[in-house]
């Protein structure tokens, strides 16, 4: 049983508050999401996010297959970060924690995805040729697209990194 682990983070210079405004409206989730992930939101995203909130979404995780997602906002600290969890869909846990922490030029956001894969062994062999790969080239589309909408601060590169943990 592997669990792994992406961490992400990227300056934005914002403020706290349009940050938060941005990144906690999941109606902005497809925005930030590659078109051919075929992402739908279906239900659950009609409400400001709130601790409980439940949202279902059609993805495509793989050309050759769409699946639908359930994911549940379990904690929010208003303006500072949130938490979501998976409840039903490709993976057998995913946890996901978003942060957003003041710099003198703006925002750092922060992603924390502790993550496994279903089917044990054999999803396991397919980490390191589908699931990481896709996960970095969302994560790297997620990046270049929030810079084209918010700018970017000269000199403070982001990170990206996928780790068994």
Avoid: C
Wanted: proline letters at 5%.
């Amino acid at each position: 049983m592997k669990l792994y682990q992406l961490h992400s983070t990227q300056v934005l210079p914002i403020s706290m508050e349009e940050a938060w405004e941005f990144l906690s409206d999941p109606k902005n989730l497809q925005v930030i999401t590659p078109s051919q992930m075929g992402f739908h939101i279906l239900s659950g995203a009609e409400k400001k996010m709130h601790a409980g909130q439940v949202i279902q979404y059609l993805v495509k995780p793989f050309p050759f297959m769409t699946t639908r997602w359930v994911t549940e906002i379990t904690h929010v600290q208003e303006g500072s970060y949130f938490v979501d969890e998976q409840r039903f869909g490709p993976y057998a846990l995913w946890h996901h924690k978003h942060f957003l922490k003041p710099m003198d030029q703006g925002i750092e956001m922060e992603d924390v995805i502790d993550y496994k894969l279903p089917f044990g062994f054999v999803g396991a062999l397919f980490h390191p040729i589908l699931v990481k790969k896709q996960l970095l080239e969302i994560f790297r589309y997620r990046e270049r697209k929030l810079s084209k909408l918010f700018g970017t601060i000269h000199g403070i590169n982001s990170s990206l990194t996928i780790k068994t943990i």
